[in-house]
């Protein structure tokens, strides 16, 4: 069982940490499920960093506080130091200078003059003035021992907040990896071909299809790509997860691959397609293909009517493909279909 912690800062500043477990989740079995579980376990660990930078804030102002008080306790240290001279000296007084020579006696005789009556007084402010130093020495005693009992929970409560969430973000990190390792090794397996570094793979990873987004049209780098079934095509990974799914339903279908004639298209071929087929393709910069999220289709879809053309019209949504309306129209492209990558019918 993994691990999350909470971390919650009270109203009076003391860092205090709620464990809370996450169950561990069986990997799920088919692609389609891999590539939704690695975006979700990418969300978590997106959420659980973002997470873990507040709460270090949140420590580092709790850290701030720890400061404070422990540079007040010091300051308390050094007043009741202060504190303490003036009692002892007054002690020392008393003791070395009695009231007079014949003690209380002229007071208690009523044969007091002035100066007895004045030494008397001194000795009552003395005493009043001690009695006061002591209340105060006592009242700074009890506030430092509470100011270094705060500034231990303090530390303490940073200390184990930090540990715990520093545990939740691996914990979440290595289920991503798992994941994706996992949707790569099923896609190995359905054919997509990885070269001996890995390249390919790394392209495959849906934690980086948005990524992709972030490149100009037609200007996708070919690490970001993940490459298809079909021989030298490629989209964008999410896109290439979800068709492979598409694909294999299709094959237990007609007993035979989607037939594809076009993927992804750079910006050069871009500009080669739209000189040399004018009006049935996009203007250069502005396809699809560009981004990474369209195939054009042979063996069948093609034909507008035919059994795969009304296969894919039935199935393709579930896996996030889907016929735009505009190729029914103007102009007319039975083999064009497009990925949605916020498609939420996938299961």
């Known amino acids: ?35 939704k579980e690695a975006e979700r376990s990418a969300k978590e660990l997106e959420d659980a960093t973002k997470a873990l930078e507040k709460r270090r804030a949140d420590i580092a102002a709790s850290d701030k506080q720890l400061k404070e008080k422990l540079a007040a306790l010091q300051e308390l240290e050094r007043r009741v130091a202060v504190m303490r001279q003036p009692v002892s000296q007054m002690a020392e007084l008393l003791y070395e200078q009695p009231l007079l020579a014949d003690g209380i006696v002229p007071f208690l005789s009523g044969n007091a003059d002035e100066n007895t009556l004045r030494a008397l007084s001194d000795v009552t402010q003395i005493v009043s003035a001690r009695q006061q130093v002591v209340e105060q020495t006592s009242a700074l005693y009890k506030e430092a021992e509470r100011l270094a009992g705060e500034a231990q929970e303090l530390r303490a409560g940073n200390l184990l907040a930090e540990a715990q969430l520093a545990a939740e973000v691996d914990t979440l990190r290595q289920r991503s990896d798992k994941i994706v390792k996992s949707l790569t090794a099923a896609l190995v397996k359905m054919g997509i071909k990885v070269d001996k570094v890995g390249r390919a793979a790394l392209g495959c990873n849906p934690l980086r299809a948005a990524t992709a987004g972030d490149y100009p049209n037609g200007l996708i780098p070919k690490s970001m790509l993940c490459p298809l079934q079909q021989k030298g095509f490629s989209l964008r990974a999410d896109a290439t997860i979800a068709f492979v799914s598409l694909n294999e339903a299709y094959r237990r279908r007609f007993g035979k691959n989607i037939c594809v004639t076009d993927a992804y298209r750079s910006l050069a071929e871009q500009q080669s397609v739209y000189y040399r087929r004018p009006g049935f393709a996009a203007v250069p910069g502005r396809s699809n293909h560009g981004l990474g999220l369209a195939v054009d289709l042979c063996g069948g879809v093609e034909r507008s009517g035919s059994a795969e053309f009304v296969w894919m019209e039935k199935n393709s949504k579930k896996y996030g493909w889907f016929h735009p309306s505009w190729a029914y129209t103007g102009p007319f492209e039975p083999w064009h279909w497009e990925y949605d990558p916020k498609s939420s019918s996938l299961l």
């Open 1 to 35: 069982m993994a691990v999350a912690s909470l971390f919650v800062p009270s109203g009076q500043g003391r860092a205090q940490a709620q464990v809370v477990p996450v169950q561990e989740k069986p990997d799920p079995g088919s692609l389609t499920a891999l590539r």
